[in-house]
């Protein structure tokens, strides 16, 4: 099993930058790829960025592209906003062991957060 908890949300002014972490623990040694992922108040769950640690290939949804960077550090994972919007405005989950493609579907992975929230003033 594998335990996941982001930290670093809050409240920004619309061209703020926030930066969220995840923190992996339990049976990491299985992991090699983490998504983030945000759900706004009535909409579905979507994509925001994803690494693999191991190739080093990281990708985003065009929506953040350029404004948002997925790092990767020892057992945490980041996700450095800037410029953000209030679009940007949802609840950011992690999501960890990547059971089948593709990557940018939630339905992929097997371990989760349990959220953290951004909100973007405008």
């Known amino acids: 099993q594998v335990q996941l908890v982001e930290s670093g949300g809050g409240l920004v002014q619309a061209g703020g930058s926030l930066r969220l972490s995840c923190a992996a623990s339990g049976r990491t040694f299985t992991l090699s790829t983490m998504g983030w992922f945000r759900q706004a108040p009535g909409k579905e769950r979507e994509f925001v960025a994803f690494?693999?640690?191991?190739?080093?290939s990281t990708y985003y949804a065009d929506s953040v592209k350029g404004r948002f960077t997925i790092s990767k550090d020892n057992a945490i994972v980041d996700l450095q906003m800037n410029n953000l919007n209030p679009d940007d405005t949802a609840a950011y989950y992690c999501?960890?062991?990547?059971?089948?493609?593709?990557?940018?579907?939630?339905?992929?992975?097997?371990?989760w957060g349990q959220g953290t929230q951004v909100t973007v003033s405008s």
């Open positions: 690494i693999n640690w191991n190739s080093g």
């Open positions: 999501a960890a062991g990547l059971r089948r493609p593709p990557y940018y579907s939630d339905r992929s992975y097997a371990y």
